[in-house]
């Protein structure tokens, strides 16, 4: 390939590159020839090559896959969350809330309609912006933040990462990664390097090994963290707040999607002198996926950045939606519900995995709306045992970071809304799937 690549400066490597592609010469997916032998064979210097490659990956051209070095980008596809299209099976990998826990809006829509709001007038409603206030403050013991109301976790980390950096900018990822969280830094351009993860946590090496990789932003799950259900202890998170003390302008996004029904206290990489940051709730899991609103509390200097991206006009969040969730928020029965949902929640998957524990199938019990179940053998290899039983489960190898890993040895199910008697089904499926 490097023998159809022609120029002498970065500018014209770059555009034998694009005008390759373009001709459909170079698919997505092909693989660039190594900066070191692409400048020996056009007879440049390396850091010619170096430059070339770089604005490739600023114009999203190409992406850096690490150890398994340059390819060209595409549309590539990655696993989403939620139910599969097209399938007669039962489907244990969707990752769904139950509906029948989510509070009925029905009540609090009547309530909402009011003065309309017009262009120039600010984009968070005064009430919702009180509240997120003082619900944040509880947990995120900096002295100074702002608020942001954006349409969704997803998109206020989308928007966070793109106020901050550049293509092919480097970002830790833990690994196994929530499927979201691959797509939107893939979308982005941006380089994902993987952070171990562990029943308590991040590791601290691995987010040690990323900073010294050069890594511009770090996205952590504190507590039921997607796919593992681990939540970050105390301890773990000192650990990692010590790391991060030589690198206040790193910016850490916290996506605390589980906090109103989580059963672990929330603890932070957040240290009170860290300069970027951004702790953002959103409340799909509790109030429902349709209700596509998130809280982002940041320092000033990101706020003013996410202000700039969200401003009347152009893309703010609908003061309808913003009134009807703080209105589902600060309502007894609603609450109520949540609560009850918390409880429901912890107690299914509890004892879902005390049926497999019988079976000795034994893993930790961990938080969140799925759980992350070890196997003996590979993951892929069960889940097509349990296909044939009429079961669609979702494998670890989806959340993988690195494809070249080995294969997965896990399965994330959501059985929390399975009957008692389909649970017991499901538990004898698996455990004549793993034999």
């Known amino acids: 390939m490097s023998d159809q690549i022609t120029g002498t400066t970065a500018a014209d490597i770059s555009d034998s590159v694009r005008d390759l592609r373009d001709r459909g010469v170079l698919r997505p997916g092909s693989a660039l020839p190594p900066v070191r032998e692409l400048a020996s064979t056009l007879g440049v210097n390396r850091n010619t090559a170096v430059a070339a490659y770089r604005q490739l990956a600023q114009a999203g051209i190409v992406v850096s896959r690490g150890r398994a070095g340059t390819v060209i980008t595409g549309h590539e596809s990655v696993a989403q969350e939620g139910y599969a299209s097209d399938t007669v099976l039962r489907d244990v990998g969707t990752g769904n809330p139950d509906p029948r826990l989510i509070p009925d809006p029905s009540a609090a829509l009547a309530t909402v309609a009011g003065r309309p709001v017009l262009y120039g007038e600010p984009v968070i409603d005064r009430g919702l912006d009180e509240w997120a206030r003082e619900w944040i403050a509880q947990d ?3 002295p100074d933040f702002g608020i942001t109301v954006t349409s969704g976790a997803v998109d206020a980390v989308e928007r966070l990462l793109a106020q901050a950096l550049m293509r092919d900018d480097a970002v830790a990822l833990e690994d196994p990664c929530f499927l979201a969280s691959i797509h939107t830094v893939r979308l982005g351009g941006y380089r994902a390097v993987p952070v171990p993860v562990d029943d308590q946590g991040m590791t601290v090496e691995g987010l040690r090994a990323a900073l010294d990789a050069g890594v511009r932003a770090v996205i952590c799950t504190p507590r039921a963290q997607n796919p593992t259900g681990a939540s970050l202890t105390a301890a773990r998170a000192a650990e990692l707040r010590a790391v991060l003390v030589d690198h206040p302008y790193v910016l850490i996004i916290e996506d605390d999607h589980f ?20 702790l953002v709730r959103s409340v799909s899991k509790f109030l429902g996926p ?6 982002a509390a940041t320092d000033a200097t990101t706020a ?3 202000a700039m991206r969200l ?5 703010w969040v609908s003061h309808l939606l913003q009134r009807l969730t703080l209105t589902q928020l600060t309502d007894a ?3 109520a519900k949540i609560a009850d949902a918390r409880k429901h929640y912890a107690s299914r998957n509890a004892a879902f995995a005390s ?10 019990v961990t938080d969140g709306l799925s759980l992350w179940i070890a196997l003996p053998k590979p993951a892929r290899l069960v889940a097509e045992k349990l296909m044939r039983r009429g079961w669609l489960a979702r494998t670890g190898d989806d959340f993988a970071l690195d494809e070249r890993a080995d ?11 399975l009957s008692d008697e389909d649970a017991e089904t499901l538990v004898a499926d698996l455990v004549a799937a793993t034999r």
């Open 140 to 142: 995120l013991r900096h």
């Open 259 to 278: 906090s109103m029904l989580s059963q672990r206290p929330y603890e932070s990489l957040i240290g009170p002198n860290h300069r970027r940051f951004a």
């Open 290 to 295: 349709d209700m596509c609103l998130a809280i």
């Open 304 to 306: 003013e950045r996410l």
């Open 311 to 315: 401003s009347p006009g152009t893309t």
């Open 333 to 335: 029965s609603a609450a």
């Open 355 to 364: 049926r497999l524990r019988e079976e000795g199938l034994d893993f930790p």
């Open 407 to 417: 294969p997965s040895h896990h399965l994330r199910l959501t059985v929390h809304d």
